[in-house]
């Protein structure tokens, strides 16, 4: 059974950095899309950034040019190193898995077939 396993959640001040870590096992597709997608309270969950098992990424427009989603195929784990983090950038941080190939990875969460539990990320002004 797939399992991801998310890590490197915490606090920050504005202006701070973290790196999240998934861990990832249980699948046997080695051509795939993961993504990273986060949910603010009181708001739907929206894609954060996505990648394909050939490195082609894809972020959100909130996001371009802090946050750098990659990819490790040996090991099976995906990051999001978040630099410049606003208080905007607070919610919880769910990877997802989609063990199927796409050139250009969706953007949709329900594209996505394995989830992890998540991670809170809390960034204070």
């Known amino acids: 059974e797939a399992q991801l396993v998310e890590s490197g959640g915490g606090s920050v001040q504005s202006g701070g950095s973290l790196r999240l870590s998934c861990a990832a096992s249980g699948y046997t597709s080695s051509r795939l899309c993961m993504g990273w997608f986060r949910q603010a309270p009181g708001k739907e969950r929206e894609g954060v950034a996505t990648i394909n098992t050939g490195h082609r990424t894809n972020y959100a427009d909130p996001v371009k040019g802090r946050f750098t989603i990659s990819l490790d195929n040996a090991e099976n784990r995906l990051y999001l190193q978040m630099n410049s983090l606003t208080p905007e950038d607070t919610g919880m941080y769910f990877c997802?898995?989609?063990?199927?190939?796409?050139?250009?990875?969706?953007?949709?969460?329900?594209?996505?077939?394995?989830w992890g539990q998540g991670t809170q990320v809390s960034v204070s002004s």
């Open positions: 997802a898995a989609r063990p199927r190939w796409s050139y250009t990875c969706p953007k949709g969460d329900n594209e996505y077939d394995y």
